[in-house]
């Protein structure tokens, strides 16, 4: 960052400082982005003079509208013996891949795509545990102009469907099978129907995992037969294509209808991706990092971006707390990992569990700890900095698949304070709008964005017209992008976020954001986590709060009494809830984030539709028809 601040004055900014950086930023959009091009070394066949086309446009405006690239030339800049990949899974398995391996293997699986007849704009298709054939099955396909989209073997055959069957792939990459918490679980069976309900699938590439590649589908290409550069291998030749050229399709979470299809384009995750790597991460070459993520989630995509730094991924297959609940951290230790990331409530479970990593392991790589999926408590900087390592960067991040990037990340030149993301990204015109549409501060309103930034959907798929783009971001406020978050910006530029704004609760007209009332409660002894939702009553709203209590407690009149107590106090009497009811587990999203509206449509007695969107659909069946929910 202090590096890219001396730059940037070759592009006319004179301050030395970040927030005057920032300012720059969003006042001097093109020159700015211009900077992050050069500073980021994209590899292009060409760039053109204009930068930002109809600027004030949203959505409309158009980058870089005369450059053309390719995604996975700047992904393959290395081609040296420096570790590209680092693979571990919970079964204890480690493989190391050089830059110099991975462009061999790229090639060799690319030009199989090619004789396939893979063209630009195809989709081919992953359904892929996080391994390294799944970060060369992507870069192959989009070597050619291919657009790939992931999701990972532990989705249900319902939600694969509902996302593949949206976008008619021709080329699918598969696996016999996984392991997760010490199971094996075979794919064989659900990958024939998933096969039989894609018509317009003309090849399967099965990678054989578990080791068994059984298979009855005579349209079935094995990895091996494909994946083994010959001797006489060619140089990669990679597709020169638009700025906008549609690189990622990836999805919205699904529990409350089907699944949108978002099409993210080449450039604008290049150049939003670098910026977050090498600025907001202080990424380098010598740099080790980590992402506790799937194939089905975007800090998958993200991650595998940090391979146009030349640093090494490190990928992970398996449960992260098996065989033993410190297993990642053991990891950390083995792999040098000096850019670790994960999931709040990752955190705040190893918390709770008494996991106390900067003790048990020697961690003196680590340098960064990034954290998103939802908001980051209080209470776990305070363990992060007390119990894993006093001097790191700790960076709650959030943006979301929408804009496959971040809209508020971390800074190695600025202060964290507790329960904040540091800073908005640089570049993002990023404001917190009140009911009326005016910018606020110190106070919570709806997270919003008010000029272009690259990363913005090119489109959704199936969307011709483009009503349903503009419905989805633009209808809150005209040609302002609003997120969907319930957010603060502080009085020294840092971020909260509180939650999903269509989440938020709102008893007796006062909004209230979910993570508000988590952090509180979850504080409480003998309570793991807990679940907020409104629900229609007498002509208005009020609020229940489930909770999972540990192991041996019960739900008594004076643990209702003391959660009540504390929300009163450490937040305030809006917060406390009109019934506390326990519930033996939290119906999640494959990814980990908690589904409130799913819950609050349960409730109400209405369907949830897309039950295979969720890691535990089972989970929603303990809200249907409470007593308690009937009773005042």
Partial sequence: MTAFISFSKRFGFERADYPALYQWSIAQPEAFWSAIWDFGNIISIRRGDAVLVERNRMPGAQWFPDAQLNFAQNLLRFRDDHPALLFANEQGARRSITYRELYRSVSAIASSLKKLGVVPGDRVVGYLPNIPETVIAMLAATSLGAIWSSCSPDFGLQAVLDRFGQIRPKILFTVDGYLYNGKPIDCCTTLETIVTKLPSLEKTILIPYRGTGATSNPQTIFWESISSPANDWVELEFAPLPFNHPLYLLYSSGTTGVPKCIVHGAGG??????????????????????????????????LISSLATGATVVLYDGSPTYPETDSLWRIAEELQISVFGTSA??????????VKPGSSYRLAALKTIL??????????????YRHIQSDLCLSSISGGTDILSCFALGNPLLPVYRGELQCRGLGMDVAILNESGESIRDEKGELCCLNPFPSMPVYLWNDPTGERYRSTYFSRFPNIWCHGDWAELTHHDGMIIYGRSDATLNPGGVRIGTAEIYRVVESVPGIIESIAVGQAWEGDSRMILFVVLRNGRTLTDELRSQIKTRLRQEASPRHVPAKIIAIPEIPRTISGKIVELAVQQIIHGREVKNRDALANPQALDYFRDLPELHED
Wanted: charged content about 20%.
């Fill in 345 to 354: 409530k990752y955190l705040a479970s190893i918390e709770k569990a008494g």
């Fill in 269 to 302: 995750t290049l150049l939003q991706h670098l910026k977050e790597l090498i600025l907001h991460t202080d990424l380098t070459r010598g740099d080790r990092i980590f992402y506790f993520t799937t194939c089905g989630w975007m800090m998958w995509n993200w």
């Fill in 371 to 384: 954290s998103t999926g939802s908001p980051l408590l209080p209470e776990s900087f305070d363990y992060v």
